[in-house]
């Protein structure tokens, strides 16, 4: 079993479409954040939640709206997507973060394209 | 300011070879951390360490505090360690990244 999980893999759309990127992680950790790695491949965080509430969200358009509906998933809904959005989206959770953050598991990526 | 700076920013080596990457970060992280990225995209973390040194199989990662200073070394390095190595520094409850270290092993 995978132990993050992200879907799709791949996602092309055309600007201005709204879209969503869903992570579901089996590992019992209470942590999950989103990143996304830009075209020169670094990588930021985006969103970080804990338990279901929002921990961090790093200057994050608001177009950007993470869900969390149970501590095992955090989807990435995003609206009015933009040429500058594409990127690889990271899902990732830890075990906890209360005193330091743990050694953090990755989900595949999506590779968002819009056009 | 957060800043993890590392280099060198690529390194082709022949297989076997020794190899280390470093890592520099400004002050106030309380852990620093080491990944691994696939050619095919997957990360992996590989370390995450505070003090000392920690080692796992060929790979061995150091950390000086006083110098604010981590080192990842790959020793008897061979093509599949060819990837994308990461530093990121750990400020608080999020990671700050470095832009990576592209490694390339030649056999």
């Known amino acids: 079993d995978t132990a993050v999980s992200q879907t799709p893999k791949y996602l092309v759309t055309q600007m201005g479409n709204d879209k969503s990127i869903k992570c579901e992680q089996n590992?019992?950790?209470?942590?999950m954040y989103w990143y996304k790695q830009d075209s020169k491949k670094f990588l930021k965080i985006m969103f970080s939640?804990?338990?279901?509430?929002?921990?961090i969200n790093e200057t994050v358009p608001n177009r950007f709206s993470p869900k969390s509906p149970d501590k095992a998933h955090l989807n990435l809904h995003i609206n009015s997507l933009e040429l500058g959005d594409s990127a690889v989206y990271f899902c990732?959770?830890?075990?906890?973060?209360?005193?330091?953050?743990?050694?953090?598991?990755f989900g595949a990526g999506t590779r968002l394209s819009v056009l | 300011k957060n800043e993890v700076e590392q280099s060198p920013q690529n390194l082709t080596a022949q297989e076997g070879e020794f190899i280390t990457i470093n890592c520099s970060y400004s002050v106030g992280i309380s852990a620093l951390h080491w990944l691994q990225q696939h050619p095919g995209g997957g990360i992996v973390s590989l370390f995450m360490?505070?003090?000392g040194k920690k080692k796992h199989g060929r790979l061995i990662a150091t950390i000086n505090i006083q110098e604010k200073h981590s080192s990842l070394h790959i020793t008897a390095s061979h093509p599949r360690d060819s990837a994308v190595y990461i530093c990121?520094?750990?400020?608080?409850?999020?990671?700050?990244f470095g832009a990576g270290t592209i490694l390339r092993v030649k056999s």
């Open positions: 990732a959770s830890s075990q906890d973060w209360v005193g330091g953050i743990n050694i953090q598991y």
């Open positions: 590992l019992g950790h209470d942590t």
């Open positions: 990121a520094g750990e400020y608080g409850n999020k990671l700050v």
């Open positions: 360490l505070s003090s």
């Open positions: 939640y804990n338990n279901k509430e929002l921990i």
